[in-house]
């Protein structure tokens, strides 16, 4: 705010910090935009827009960011029937990370990019066990990292929901939704239905877990904690296709903003490239979503990113109701790798705890 | 005089008051912002 300050003497901001995770931030602004008490200005997560979108509780911002560049997934996030309602703030990308001292003590190439089925013959050559039996160390499991049961869902050439004349359908038990879910099931089967092989949990920050799936703000941090790392595609099955997925927090007007005229200028000054660059610059953990912004940062990112930023145009925006698709699809996924539902009832489940809240969110 | 001078005074106090105020209001902006945001918690809203 101070930076809009400097240019923009005699404005003044009252910002209020709301707590809580990203689903309780969302309830208190349709509490306050259903007692006409909305912010001007607003943060939200990028999962988040169409559905606010579709229920007209966000301003149209696509003729103040006409011009602007950002990376397609989080842009498609933002995006209702073919107009803008926010601006993207920060971009994430998603890749397969490998520890090098792990794959150079298991006699395995950290540089390589593996195929799918490399998983599995990668985990075998990467576990290592007790002499009792038990891991203490795994190669891989689907489950851990930052890729979730969506992710594999649209790595299988599946998908959540599909939208029609702005209409959204949940269709969570389609047929590449089951392969990826069946897929799942044998990595649980593999571990004895268990999400916890390693005694004490598997980390890739600690090493006893050799690869996983990481987004950039994670490459940040082991960057940090001086863990040597590569960074590959997630690979994907025949049918599948190369994707990544991202999201980040976007900033968007309420309707009937009071201070309408104001709020968009200050759309547009943190959508620009001189200002999402800035922040890089200055914090160095949340990459801009505009590519001029990241073109501007591009020479002073780690080379770790660089295979990370590649994914950026394979990137699949995330559904409306993300957050909950998120725990539909969790509980779900616990369920069918306890072994108590299969992975065909474990996607009925989602589907009909999403259906539900499709009608009750977006009508019949 | 001195009273109408008061008067004067009094009057423009007034004006300024009813039209200045309402002018600083429009220009104030009201925003929300996530705790959580990791830029945020570095000290910097957004």
New interface residues.
Partial sequence: MSWYQEENSGVEFDVAHISGDQRVFLERLYVAMAASAAPDFTWLDGGHVKQLAAQALLEDVTEVLRGMNFTPGEEQEVTYRGRLYAAPYHATSRGLVKRVDVFGEAGVDPHADPVFDDLVTWNQKLSKFAPDGTYTRIGFAPWFGNWDARGWIWTFGGDLVIESEGRFIPVATMKNNLEAFEWIDEWARRYNRTKAPVPGGASFDTGTLAMTIASTSNAANYIRSEIEFTTSPVPHPPQGRRITWGGGYVVGVPSGAVNKTEALKLLVFFASPRVQARRWTEFQSLLPANWDAIRMVASRLDRAYEPLLDQLPYAVPRAPMDGEWYRALRQSEDLMVAGTLTPQEALERAQLVMSARFEEVFGK | MIHRRLLQVTTLILSLIIFVLPL?A???????????????R?G???
């Fill in positions: 600083q429009a220009s104030k902006v009201t925003i929300w912002a996530w705790a959580n945001d990791e830029v945020i570095q910097q809203p957004f």
